[in-house]
């Protein structure tokens, strides 16, 4: 019994030690989980704790506690809205090749090609103008779908 009394006052003073290594990896994780949340300067604003204790003999247990709960909530906020940015970086790619198509077609060089390469040329900017106006409304709808769902 005094054996394990011993590793678990060992274990203790080394929590002790490392408690604001911990904490700034914790804080690291909510900087990138904000990130990918896209959180609001007022959500942000909202965990003083991240702001406010830097002093490494303030940094506790209630202190790792807290920011400890904090990222398990964001995790949980990202994975419900995970679905919703999956589609609006699909819409985007898309976006994106629009204005790729428009460029290319801009370009009144691209027609003096011959031969393999004016078709392969033809024939990509074919398929990216069948994508824009097959996915782009199909993905918008989804979008607007999902976020009318989301906001009730």
Known sequence: ????ERELIRLHELKSEM????IREQR???AVLWEKT???ESEKASFRTYYEVNADEELTD???KKHEDYVEALNAKLEK???ILDLIAKREAIIADRFELENLQKDPDRLKQR???LTKQLMKEEKMSRRVKKE???ITHILERTLTEWYE
């Open 115 to 117: 031969g393999a390469s």
């Open 62 to 64: 209630d202190l790792l």
């Open 1 to 4: 019994i005094r054996l394990g």
């Open 81 to 83: 809205i995970q679905p």
């Open 38 to 40: 896209n959180a609001t």
């Open 19 to 22: 408690i604001g290594k911990l």
């Open 136 to 138: 782009l409304p199909k």
């Open 28 to 30: 690291e994780q909510i």
